[in-house]
């Protein structure tokens, strides 16, 4: 009898036989495209707390949906229908915490790997840099270069969070020779940054109102220009919405109940 887990149509050859115009032949299994893609996911190293948000999860027709956020999935469903787009182009999403940001970045990866098998890899910026520095650490036998060559080798790279590191001279310097290298490899990067360009910024006092430019630098910045499209996220923290019970709102489906 076969285990439960050998699939019934190839025996896990990854072929099944099949007849075409009266010849018998074969042809590759279904389960072979799913193995593919589940390995594909599990490389994309995509946060436990984000594993579940894609497309179809993300809403836009609450009562506090702005146009902002509407486009903004428009924006990343186009960009995984044209991808790849010559010359490669990203997109760098801007906005408040809990606007969603994080999640259309998952949402990009999961249709790009589900519908074109394309490898991605997912990566917070804060993280990487944490793990860069460790590896300085002669405990950690995991070389600098072994952490950071799958980052520059991504097909496609999301890189969470820009920006939210302390703007450390080391720091800036390996933001820098990331984005740099992707840049130079002509590769598609998607970031996030809760940090607007100057002019949308308000408060003047350091730390707070500081600008995308205050963080990372105007050289990098620059370089964000050429490799990506910036989506202005404005809208309302998600977290906030459905963690006040006064609201009473429920996220069912798009026809989503609100009672104010
Ligand atoms: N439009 C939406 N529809 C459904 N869920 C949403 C939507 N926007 C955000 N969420 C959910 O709200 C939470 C916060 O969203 P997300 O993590 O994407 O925010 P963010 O913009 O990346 O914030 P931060 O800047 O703090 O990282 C997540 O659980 C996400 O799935
Ligand atoms: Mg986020
Ligand atoms: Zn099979």
Redesign the pocket.
């Known amino acids: 009898m076969l285990a439960p887990e050998t699939c019934p149509q190839c025996g896990d050859t990854g072929w099944r036989p099949a007849d075409r115009e009266g010849v018998s032949g074969v042809t590759p299994c279904e389960c072979a495209k799913r193995l593919r893609m589940d390995r594909l996911l599990e490389a994309a190293r995509i946060p436990e ?2 594993r ?2 894609d497309f179809e ?4 027709n ?1 009562p506090f ?1 702005t146009k902002h ?1 509407r486009d903004a ?1 428009l924006i990343a469903e186009k960009f995984v229908d044209e991808y790849p787009t010559s010359p490669p182009m990203g997109l760098l ?1 801007v ?12 949402s990009i990866i999961k249709s790009l790997i589900r519908d074109k098998a394309v490898p991605c890899l997912f990566r917070a910026f804060p993280e990487l840099l944490k793990e860069i520095q460790m590896s300085f650490n002669r405990v950690s036998n995991t070389s600098e270069m072994a952490l950071l060559s799958p980052v520059l080798d991504a097909e496609v790279l999301v890189l ?2 820009l920006g ?1 590191q302390k703007p450390t001279a080391w720091a800036l310097d390996t933001v820098g020779n990331v984005i740099g290298s992707r840049y130079n490899a002509n590769k598609t990067t998607i970031l ?3 940090y607007p360009d100057r002019a949308e910024t308000t408060a003047p006092v350091k730390g707070v109102g500081d600008s995308l430019i205050d963080r990372i630098g105007d050289r990098i910045r620059s370089r964000l220009y050429e490799m990506c499209k910036t989506v202005p ?1 404005k ?1 309302d ?3 906030w919405r ?1 963690s006040n019970k006064d609201d009473a709102f429920s ?1 069912q489906d798009e026809n989503t109940r609100y009672h104010a």
Not at 57 to 60: A, D, K, P, Y
């Open positions: 707390r984000h579940m948000c999860s993300f809403h836009v609450l949906s956020i999935k999403f906005g408040k915490p809990g606007v969603g940001k994080t999640h259309l970045a998952v969470d969070e939210a996030t940054t809760n996220m809208g923290d998600f977290r459905i996220v």
